[in-house]
């Protein structure tokens, strides 16, 4: 049974909404899953983050249109699933990589970040990406590693001096 045409446009506005704040997008083809592996994908990504849906490729085009997924349009081919990272930019690349691993009926077709469309066989370069918590704490060790071999080298000196007394006083103390 078909949408009606208000399910229609709710459908399509609901889509470019999440598009248009979205960080990434992936565009899988999904023949052949059962209905509990996709019940299954998309627990995964809810759990991740990543919005997730089955669109008719008609109605996906017009949710795209005039966000930096436009360029997803020519890879809407057969049945498709998209899934959208709305924090992290690799999540939903982690989630589609992960999931086509243990079932190979998953397919990613494209992946899109700022605009810019990138073949399936970068999925894994996209997945890759740090979490936001792994980029926050290598921002930090970053900011922190200057200021700690600063205070490392004022301290040698009176470390080194600390330790050469205490060494002087063990060999005196055997002796």
Known sequence: MGLK???KKALVEEVNVIASTAQSAVAAHYRGLTVSQMTSLRARARKQGVYMRVVKNT???KAVEGTDFACLSDSLKGPTVLAF???EPGAAARVVRDFAKENE???AVAVAIGGQLYPASDIGRVASL???DEARAKLLGLLQAPMSQFVRTLAEPQAKL???LAAYRDKQGAA
């Open 130 to 132: 740090p979490t936001l």
């Open 162 to 164: 600390a330790r050469l």
């Open 59 to 61: 109605l996906a085009r």
């Open 5 to 7: 045409l208000d399910d």
């Open 85 to 87: 990272s709305r924090e």
């Open 105 to 107: 009926k998953l397919v």
